[in-house]
């Protein structure tokens, strides 16, 4: 179907227009054994009901590097599995022990609903008495709702640097029970926080780190030029970068034409 569509480009009425042409071969994927890497049993299980047979191998890179206590930055393509990457290292501990927060930061609100879908959907398969849970507080929960998510925070929290800033820092008292065992901030997007954004981003975080000095960074971001230049003056820290993708990848044809 890709082949005839390149052909009828090429034999129409604007061949002659065309400059550039390069097609990119397919890469198979580079596949881990989860069952070797992943310690957890009851992690076996979920994956097994959720139809994973292996991890790619930038996805067990990222589960080593985030249980080892890593700050860890993620920059593979668009649909490689990035979340896996986190959610693994992160369920496990909280698996281990019950207490362990984590706080899920995204630019916008439809990321935050497709995380907290994620994170449930796999969450649901794991063969657990209680339930790892995941709530969403941004501008649209209400106070009410908002007190009653962190009267007894679930293990995560969606949200973003506005309800950083006009909620938790001035907040502190009613976002203890959260703060007091929070040990993981995964930050997406990371290269939206730039410019103007960014600065205040910057100084934002840096006043939030205040209350929670000992926080573990995952960070993840589309390919950019200078990641780890990014997410290390944002934040302070020195990261592992996992740059490697272990994903397939189909053939692409790249066809420039000039208009002239």
Not at 145 to 168: A, E, F, Q, W
Request: charged share 25%; aromatic share 10%; with cysteine.
């Amino acid at each position: 179907m890709i082949d005839n569509v390149i052909r009828y480009i090429k034999n129409g009425k604007f061949s002659s227009n065309l400059v550039f042409e390069r097609e990119i071969s397919p890469k198979p994927p580079a596949l881990v054994d989860y069952k070797e890497n992943v310690e957890s049993l009851l992690l076996h299980s979920a994956l097994e009901k959720f139809g994973i047979k292996s991890l790619y191998s930038h996805q067990a890179d990222a589960y080593q590097a985030i249980k080892s206590g890593r700050d860890t930055l993620i920059t593979t393509p668009a649909a490689s599995g990035k979340t896996l990457c986190y959610n693994l290292p992160i369920m496990e501990d909280m698996i281990n022990n019950p207490s362990v927060k984590a706080l899920y930061l995204f630019p916008i609100k439809a990321l935050g609903y497709d995380q907290k879908k994620a994170f449930e959907t796999l969450a649901e398969q794991i063969p657990l008495g209680e339930k790892l849970t995941a709530e969403i507080v941004d501008g649209d929960t209400g106070k009410q709702n908002r007190r009653k998510i962190l009267k007894t925070p679930p293990n995560v929290i969606i949200s973003n640097l506005d309800i950083i800033h006009y909620s938790m820092l001035p907040g502190i008292s009613e976002w203890r029970n959260f703060l007091d065992n929070l040990k993981y901030v995964v930050i997406d997007e990371i290269h939206t926080y730039k410019g103007i954004f960014g600065t205040q981003a910057y100084n934002l975080l840096q006043r939030f780190l205040r209350l929670v000095p000992n926080v573990q960074f995952v960070c993840a971001s589309a390919t950019i030029g200078n990641p780890v230049d990014l997410v290390e003056n944002f934040t302070g820290r020195k990261f592992y970068h996992i740059n490697k993708n272990g994903a397939e990848r189909g053939k692409k044809n790249v066809l420039i034409f000039n208009p002239d």
